[in-house]
């Protein structure tokens, strides 16, 4: 929402002065907070877990998707980056590729990209073809006696290059997942609250349709403090629970973090920030798709609201 603006300061600053403590101690932010996401998410997205950190919410995500489905694999795109923590090295292709390689229980699906990808816009049906790439993976994958615990992407893949997903692709994705006994991750963390206009939330984008069933958010949940959610079912929170290993985050949630979460939401909504993306964004597009006209160094401009890709290219025939 803007560089030290003036309503997130003074949340922050007026609860400082009250109170900040250590989230074992219940408050009344938490809760309040955790109501206010609950009417921006699909009903059943109503178990909420407070974090630090984007890194810490996919971590947590990843616990939460094997306790539930006692499965250990993960399927992630190719070009992924999902976080700084062993964990989650392990799940970026963008990263381990450069480390210590792919481990036995990840598995790389094609990203969806209709513009540079396996499946493009003259294909009769991209969406298919690349949810039948997933489809394929989990195959090998119990043919190997191996068990698919989540497919885990962001609702619009970022590092991978500003990829907007053929719409339908998550609902055939989750599909494949669900009845392969793993559930559907959406990492928000870059693409959430209103980024990209039409919608608060980028899987929004696939349809009314696609629910996932653990949402990750961070970044711009907290306009630069420490602050990330994960956003989950009944059931798979219930399963987390049933070990008897409670999940607490010492600061997570804690009554400042929560001041500030509510402070943004106020301002994404008092200042229409979701209609400005949609402006903005479209007024973006119509001049960088001016540029491509002129420039055949520029092969495609692609994007939503604030979420924005030009693909520069060396040669418009390959």
């Known amino acids: 929402v803007g560089h030290c603006h003036p309503d997130i300061v003074k949340a922050a600053y007026e609860q400082n002065q009250l ?17 206010r996401l609950s009417k921006t998410l699909p009903e059943k997205l109503c178990i909420f877990y407070f974090l630090n950190s984007g890194s ?19 399927i992630v795109l190719d070009h992924a980056y999902h976080g700084h923590l062993t964990s989650l090295i392990d799940i970026s292709p963008y990263k381990f590729r450069n480390l210590e390689g792919q481990k036995e229980w990840v598995h790389v699906a094609p990203v969806p990209d209709t513009y540079r990808g396996l499946y493009r816009e003259d294909h009769e049906d991209s ?27 962001e609702s619009l893949p970022s590092v991978g290059g500003q990829i907007i997903p053929p719409a ?29 206009g039409k919608h608060f939330w980028a899987f ?11 949402v990750t958010m961070g970044k711009p ?23 008897g290993v409670e999940y607490f985050n010492t600061f997570g949630g804690n009554p400042v973090s929560c001041a500030i979460g509510l402070a943004v939401l106020d301002v994404i909504e008092k200042e229409h920030l979701q209609a400005h993306a ?16 002129k420039h055949p160094i520029i092969g495609d401009v692609r994007g939503c609201g604030l979420f924005i890709g030009v693909d520069l290219i060396k040669d418009q025939a390959e």
């Open 168 to 196: 339908g692709y998550f609902q055939k994705v989750a599909e494949h997942v669900h009845k392969a006994g793993g559930v559907f991750i959406a990492d928000e963390i870059q693409v959430g609250f209103g980024r990209v």
């Open 56 to 74: 810490e919410a996919n971590d947590l995500a990843l616990r939460l998707a094997r306790q539930y489905t006692k499965h250990e694999d993960v």
């Open 221 to 243: 949940i907290g306009n630069g403090h420490p602050l990330a959610c994960v956003a989950t079912t009944k059931e798979i929170a219930e399963a987390f629970a049933a070990t």
């Open 19 to 35: 109170l900040n403590t250590n989230s074992r101690y219940l408050h009344d932010n938490l809760v309040d907070y955790a109501e």
């Open 127 to 153: 969406v298919t073809a690349y949810a039948d790439e997933v489809k394929n993976i989990i195959e090998h994958a119990h043919n190997r006696g191996r068990k698919i615990a989540a497919f885990f992407a």
């Open 278 to 293: 949609t402006e903005v964004g479209n007024f973006l597009m119509k001049i960088l798709k001016e540029q491509q006209i």
């Open 204 to 214: 929004q984008l696939q349809g009314e349709d696609f629910i996932p069933d653990i």
